[in-house]
């Protein structure tokens, strides 16, 4: 039965992880919601125990004993409606228990229709195994083969616009038909397919599967080339994700039936409560989970019709340790190495790198160490951020009219969306990020990985808490965002950043700051990074004026006037120029950083 928001007092939130569960209470404190206790404990869904509840109960059981609050009755149930010591109005959850949900993307042309559907599988919160197109480059038979080969949750079909040619979508469907794909849970299910094409092809493409398919029909993704329409598509691989992939997996449909909203994947929720930030507050923002294995990047910026749009990207072997080695392979060694101002073996940090790899759960014990890992970390989020900023375009294959005097002519290069200069909040979580031992070291693999320019506000999730805040958004979004802004982000304070390049030394922009515990005037030179104490809680104004080649928002050498955010950090002046550059020499580039490091006291 739906709860109505204003009665709710005590909320409890699940997220089963691949290896924890995380279980969090939130109350009603003084008109407020505010998160209050938080537990953990190992995930139960695979062998001996094989019941994901088991994880839950556990996780929820330390959060009542730390709460002063049984929540868990006798019979292993959750109590509700909530009392003065017992139980909770309503319990919610996500799940990438079990590898998360695992899809594979079909489509006619891989920068069109596939890659649309690829935006909407992503952006439910999936893992997107490989995309089969038309144009692909291989022949029908490693086609085939290759789908044979994959063992998806779901299979999400696009191609085609309403009323085109249907030869092309069926070529695709005709691929999967005799691949007879067989998914991850058991003989007995039914490999769920969403068609999200030509609508003329529904009827065609249904003839050419077998009983052993589900097949769902939704509306296009893209009904015209000019427009993509991925929420019906959203919304189904969420109902089948219910439906059909947890409701086979080890204890889920139990779960299902404790929660009072669908389960979400975890990925789909953190992009949930980040749009529902970005729509509360008018702004463009940016977060960032970077894990073992991989590195995700959610964004939300206005597009060409100043609607906001939402991107969210997977760089699937970019992690901290799992995929460590495949991160200093693709950026290179010399590219970590930049960001390292002591003298170190190469062939020590390789063999660091292997060790993580073979011991994935272990940190860092010594300073070089954990200088070492910060500098990998921001060559990962880097990485990852190029992948995310080629992915979050503008629609590819529209027609464009280049000047007055030229025809319209198609153009198959969608320009990113994605601007720093934009980008008003950026948002981090994820272990080598959250876990820093200084907010100064998170600050600046945030600034040095993703160059923010003019005024950015920079924050990081305390507990990794979005993902239950998700789920919230979806039954008391007033709730979520509370909880959001209170307990989940912590404000490390505002990076001010010049775009430009000029000569190491002369100057950058000048500033004026006025704010109840900080006053400063000054001048700063390019090359330089200074920090400001602004704690949170407090706003300063500003006043800059860049110099002639650099821009903070209003254009090259035009004045800025704004209010600004504190934090646990303060207030980052950085005029190193953008795009960001380190002298190629290593002992020049070696003292550079240095400098660096010493301006915001990051190590001891």
């Given amino acids: ?202 009827a065609l493409v249904a003839k050419t599967f077998d009983d052993s398919i589900t097949l769902s029909v939704v ?84 597009g060409e019709d100043g609607q906001p749009v939402f991107n969210r990207t997977v760089s699937a072997n970019l992690g901290m340790s799992y995929s460590i080695s495949n991160v200093c392979a693709e950026a290179g060694m010399e590219n970590v190495l930049r960001w390292v101002h002591l003298e170190m073996d190469e062939r020590d940090l390789r063999n660091r790198v292997k060790n993580k790899m073979i011991r994935p759960t272990t940190i860092p014990q010594t300073l070089e160490a954990l200088i070492f890992e910060q500098a990998v970390s921001r060559e990962a989020l880097r990485l990852a951020y190029i992948q995310h900023k080629a992915f979050a375009t503008t629609l590819k294959g529209v027609q464009q009219q280049r000047t007055v005097g030229d025809t319209f002519q198609q153009t198959t290069s969608g320009q990113t969306i994605v601007d720093n200069m934009q980008l008003n909040l950026l948002v981090a979580s994820g272990g080598v990020l959250s876990h820093a031992p200084r907010m100064e070291q998170t600050a600046m693999m945030l600034i040095d990985a993703f160059e923010p320019e003019g005024i950015t506000e920079l924050a990081k999730d305390s507990i990794f808490m979005m993902p239950h805040l998700g789920v919230l958004a979806s039954v008391h979004p007033q709730a979520a965002i509370e909880v959001f802004e209170r307990d989940c982000l912590i404000y490390l304070g505002t990076v001010i950043a010049a775009k430009g390049q000029g000569q190491p030394g002369s100057l950058c922009f000048q ?38 080649a650099f821009d903070l928002g209003a254009g090259p050498g035009k004045v800025v006037e704004a209010e600004v955010r504190g934090g646990t950090v303060g207030l980052i002046l950085d005029a190193r120029g953008r795009p960001l550059s380190i002298p190629a020499d290593r002992t020049t580039g070696r003292e550079r950083v240095g400098a660096w490091v010493r301006s915001l006291n990051l190590y001891d």
């Fill in 1 to 202: 039965m739906p709860v109505d928001p204003s009665q709710i007092q005590v909320i409890l939130a699940t997220d089963c992880g691949s290896t924890t569960t995380k279980a969090i209470l939130i109350e009603k404190v003084d008109g407020h919601y505010r998160q209050t206790h938080r537990g953990e404990a190992p995930t139960t869904v695979e062998q001996p125990v094989a019941d994901v509840t088991v994880g839950v109960t556990n996780a929820a059981t330390e959060v009542g004993e730390l709460a002063g609050r049984r929540l868990i009755d006798d019979d292993g149930q959750i109590i509700r409606p909530a009392t003065d010591r017992e139980g909770c109005d309503i319990y919610i959850s996500t799940s990438s228990a079990g590898g998360g949900l695992q899809v594979l993307v079909t489509g006619v042309i891989r920068e069109m229709s596939a890659a649309s559907a690829e935006r909407a599988a992503l952006g439910a919160g999936a893992i997107v195994l490989d995309i089969i197109a038309s144009n692909d480059k291989r022949k029908p038979h490693e086609q085939i083969q290759r789908i044979r080969d994959l063992r998806p949750d779901m299979v999400v079909m696009a191609g085609g616009t309403d009323g085109g040619t249907t030869k092309h979508v069926l070529q695709v469907a005709e691929l999967i038909g005799p691949a007879k794909p067989r998914p991850r849970f058991g003989s007995n299910y039914k490999l769920p397919v969403i068609f999200a094409g030509n609508d003329q092809a529904a």
């Fill in 511 to 548: 500033y004026e700051i006025t704010g109840p515990s900080l006053r400063e005037t000054g001048e700063i030179n390019v090359g330089d990074l200074r920090l400001y104490p602004l704690p949170a809680g407090e706003t300063a104004r500003v006043v800059l004026r860049p110099a002639s």
């Fill in 219 to 302: 509306d296009n993704v893209r009904p015209i080339l000019e427009r993509e329409n991925l929420a019906p598509a959203r919304d189904k691989i969420h109902d089948l994700f219910l439906e059909h992939v947890m409701a086979h997996a080890p204890g889920y449909d139990k779960l299902i039936s404790w929660a009072d909203a669908p389960i979400m994947p975890t990925p789909g929720a953190v992009g949930d409560i980040l749009q529902q930030i970005a729509k509360a507050r008018g702004i463009n923002c940016v977060g960032v989970d970077i894990g073992g294995a991989t590195t995700d990047v959610f964004s939300v910026f206005r």
